[in-house]
């Protein structure tokens, strides 16, 4: 089991930033990927980033790509989401995830936080 606890969230004007951190407890966190998703109220819940868990690797939805970037740092146990030069259509609930790929499909994570809120004022 992998407990994930998300934190940064707020809100923020357009042309802002907000680094998201998501905290993870339990198992060996270097084994998983993160994944970041965001559902907008009335929308589906969407992918936005993963990371691998060893070696870096990253994958950035083309929405966000060149204002969002995905880190983490497995001593501390926690990913990031830098979220720059936001804009109101950000505005969402973000969620992190932890599984066994660095993918865009929900099916590939079994650990999910609760989400936190960014709010993006134009």
């Known amino acids: 089991q992998v407990q994930l606890v998300e934190s940064g969230g707020g809100s923020v004007q357009a042309g802002g930033s907000l680094r998201l951190s998501c905290t993870a407890s339990g198992q060996t966190f270097s084994n998983y990927a993160v994944g970041w998703f965001r559902q907008a109220p009335n929308k589906e819940r969407e992918f936005v980033a993963a990371i691998s868990g060893s070696t870096g690797g990253t994958y950035i939805d083309n929405s966000v790509q060149g204002r969002f970037s995905i880190s983490r740092d497995n001593a501390k146990n926690t990913a990031y989401l830098q979220m720059d030069n936001l804009k109101p259509e950000d505005t969402a609930v973000y969620y992190c995830?932890?599984?066994?790929?660095?993918?865009?499909?929900?099916?590939?994570?079994?650990?999910w936080g609760q989400g936190t809120q960014v709010t993006v004022s134009s």
């Open positions: 995830a932890a599984g066994t790929a660095v993918a865009g499909l929900e099916k590939y994570y079994d650990y």
